[in-house]
């Protein structure tokens, strides 16, 4: 049973959703520090910030509207900063280091129903119409070192 275990937890997916938490954790610190000690004293500028002595008293029992207010502008916040400070700046960052080509489709859809289809297909599976022909693909331009080839008269 301890042989088993020990296999369990030494699995890499298993360590690696420990260490996601872990970094996740340490992650959430820092970006509720961001935009409590940063994001929120800006906003305080123009006036008040905490909403928590808002609220409604509706048959003798207080809504306390400002303290969703104050969980609801936390939040906006929160995303707004792990957007801009991490989301973007990543995509950016996988974006330049992309190196392999675009996949090409292996389907195309049916002129008829719209349907996935195989490039090669000569009917639709879907509908079971004829399917034209995909398009051939554009002749490449001779380079440099190909010739030319000779004009038909």
Same mark, same amino acid.
Not at 112 to 120: E, F, H, K, T
């Given at each position: @049973?301890?042989?088993? =275990?020990?296999? =369990?937890?030494?699995?890499?997916?298993?360590? #690696?959703?420990?260490?996601?938490?872990?970094?996740?954790?340490?992650?959430?610190?820092v970006?509720?520090?961001?935009?409590? #000690?940063?994001?929120?004293?800006?906003?305080?500028?123009?006036?008040?910030?905490? +909403?928590? #002595?808002?609220?409604?008293?509706?048959?003798?029992? #207080?809504?306390?509207?400002?303290?969703f207010?104050?969980?609801?502008? !936390? +939040?906006?916040?929160?995303?707004?900063a792990? =957007? +801009?400070?991490?989301?973007?700046?990543v995509? !950016?960052? @996988?974006a330049?280091?992309?190196?392999?080509?675009?996949?090409?489709?292996?389907t195309?859809?049916c002129p008829?129903?719209?349907?996935?289809? $195989?490039?090669?297909?000569?009917?639709?599976? =879907?509908?079971?119409?004829?399917?034209?022909?995909?398009?051939?693909p554009?002749? !490449?331009?001779?380079?440099?070192?190909?010739?030319? $080839?000779?004009?038909?008269?």
């Open positions: @049973m301890l042989k088993d =275990f020990k296999a =369990f937890i030494l699995r890499g997916n298993v360590v #690696d959703l420990a260490v996601g938490v872990v970094i996740g954790a340490a992650f959430g610190a970006i509720t520090s961001l935009v409590t #000690d940063i994001f929120t004293p800006i906003l305080a500028i123009p006036g008040s910030t905490d +909403f928590s #002595d808002l609220k409604i008293t509706a048959g003798g029992s #207080d809504v306390l509207y400002g303290n207010l104050n969980a609801l502008i !936390a +939040f906006l916040l929160i995303a707004a792990v =957007f +801009f400070c991490i989301v973007r700046p995509n !950016a960052l @996988m330049r280091r992309k190196t392999e080509p675009d996949v090409e489709s292996t195309r859809d008829w129903c719209l349907s996935a289809i $195989p490039v090669g297909a000569r009917a639709c599976a =879907f509908c079971t119409r004829e399917v034209p022909p995909p398009p051939a554009p002749a !490449a331009a001779p380079g440099p070192s190909e010739p030319a $080839p000779p004009p038909t008269p």
